[in-house]
């Protein structure tokens, strides 16, 4: 894993969450809540290092001289459709951050990647994308969204998912080693059907109720 900062955030409140998350007693409406709350948390290390800039305010009381973010703008952009679950944390956080959303599928003959929907800010050249997918499985899906992504110009992207198996971040910082990815855990590997071990499931399914 050359060129990446792969950053693992081990706040106990990222942690305890995930562990709740990790549970398969726990159902859509909490398991839909959890992944906002991480996805917030998360978004609060992701943005550790904009700019600032000098600005005067006046308080109650006098002028105060004080820190603004300055200059980049953000997009936050999840992988359709289990990256949809992580939205509305950050936004929480960023509220003025665009939105676009990327939709990819493995073509079933080819296996390559495919995307399917794609809408994305205009200026996304200009903008700083949080990338945002819950698992890190294959990395298949990532690396195409990164690729497409860059096609449209976008130049500093960050990755985040709660949780990388280590094949995925492998085929990342091997195809994209100027991407920094953020994650709450690295689990042991994939199974059979590509699923991360132990993981936590599907999260599209878990998120939506849809099995
Ligand atoms: N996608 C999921 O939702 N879960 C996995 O374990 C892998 C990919």
């Not at 006046?58 to 939205?87: D, H, N, Q, W, Y």
Request: proline letters at 6%.
């Amino acid at each position: 894993m050359e060129g990446n900062q792969v950053m693992v955030l081990d706040h106990p409140l990222i942690q305890h969450k995930l562990t709740l998350i990790r549970d398969k007693g726990t159902g859509p409406k909490e398991f839909r809540e959890l992944i906002e709350e991480v996805a917030l948390l998360m978004a609060y290390e992701v943005t550790r290092d904009l700019r600032l800039e000098d600005v005067e305010v006046e308080t109650p009381v006098g002028p105060a001289r004080c820190r603004t973010i300055a200059g980049k703008k953000l997009a936050v952009v999840p992988i359709l459709r289990a990256g949809l679950g992580m939205v509305d944390g950050i936004l929480k956080l960023i509220p003025t951050a665009k939105v676009g959303h990327i939709g990819i599928y493995r073509d079933p003959v080819t296996l390559k990647a495919v995307d399917y929907y794609c809408k994305l800010p205009e200026d996304i050249e200009e903008r700083v994308i949080i990338l945002v997918d819950p698992m890190l499985a294959t990395g298949v899906s990532a690396a195409a969204a990164i690729d497409f992504l860059k096609e449209k110009g976008a130049g500093n992207i960050k990755l985040v998912c709660l949780i990388a198996a280590p094949e995925g971040l492998e085929v990342i910082t091997e195809n994209h080693p100027d991407v920094e990815i953020y994650v709450a855990a690295i689990d042991h590997c994939l199974n059979e059907h590509a699923y991360i071990v132990p993981g936590l499931g599907d999260a599209g399914d878990r998120l939506y109720g849809t099995k």
